[in-house]
């Protein structure tokens, strides 16, 4: 699976941007799709995951009821939603793909197998 993320840019603090990950051949029915960030001088930190089968979602609290998660089977795509961004947002998103645990939605990196390239989201104050 290669994963391609686009849609980053700068955008005013509470504003919105879509990012959208294509997925690159056919996606396993028992995968997740996650969105990850990282900004400049801190770890990398999950965002938001979604079952590829079944379209539930997880997210982190920080982004709980601002982004939103989705996947378009026909189009292969993940996109991540976000609204009401602060300036904490700023980061490079990655998006991801990797194996549904028995416990649901992996929230950590190392569960993941394929990793798209970061896109950047800057967002002024």
């Known amino acids: 699976v290669q994963l391609q993320a686009s849609g980053g840019g700068l955008v005013q603090a509470g504003g919105s941007l879509t990012l959208s990950c294509a997925a690159s051949?056919?996606?396993?029915?028992?995968?997740?799709m996650a969105w990850f960030r990282q900004a400049p001088g801190k770890e990398r930190e999950f965002v938001a995951a979604?079952?590829?089968?079944?379209?539930?979602?997880s997210y982190a609290d920080s982004v709980k009821g601002r982004f939103t998660i989705s996947r378009d089977k026909d189009k292969n795509t993940v996109y991540l939603q976000m609204n009401s961004l602060k300036p904490e947002d700023t980061a490079d998103y990655y998006c991801?793909?990797?194996?549904?645990?028995?416990?649901?939605?992996?929230?950590?990196?190392?569960?993941?197998?394929?990793w798209g390239q970061g896109t950047q989201v800057t967002v002024s104050s």
């Open positions: 991801a793909a990797g194996t549904v645990k028995v416990y649901g939605l992996p929230r950590r990196g190392y569960n993941y197998d394929y």
């Open positions: 051949g056919r996606t396993p029915s028992n995968y997740a």
């Open positions: 979604i079952s590829w089968s079944f379209g539930t979602t």
